[in-house]
């Protein structure tokens, strides 16, 4: 069964940032961020139980070779990506408002 991605406007954000800085750090890895976040969220769509939960009820998907994780919720079919995180940052830090 393939689950439903829902983003939040924050991760459609926080993910252009992290690619424009990802490829100002060298030309061509701004793409292969994004390689490696939609390889994640193919893995969500099949499996988001796959990852554990860090927060109650929020669970994290690393990026391979990237330091960021994908932050999300699941209900009924659907997954809602919360935020997209640099692994330094603590997500207990997020609004309440999530």
């Known amino acids: 069964m393939a689950y439903r991605l829902k983003f939040s406007i924050r991760v459609l954000r926080e993910t252009g940032k992290a690619q424009e800085w990802s490829e100002l750090q060298s030309p061509g890895l701004g793409e292969e961020f994004i390689a490696a976040m939609?390889?994640?969220l193919k893995r969500l769509e099949q499996a988001p139980l796959l990852y554990a939960e860090v927060i109650p009820n929020v669970r994290r998907a690393?990026?391979?070779r990237f330091l960021y994780?994908?932050?999300?919720?699941?209900?009924?079919?659907l997954v809602h990506i919360?935020?997209?995180?640099?692994?330094a940052r603590n997500?207990?830090?997020w609004p309440k408002n999530r």
């Open 91 to 93: 997500p207990s830090r």
């Open 82 to 87: 919360l935020a997209m995180l640099h692994n």
């Open 69 to 77: 994780g994908l932050f999300y919720a699941g209900r009924g079919d």
């Open 38 to 40: 939609e390889l994640q």
């Open 62 to 64: 690393l990026l391979p």
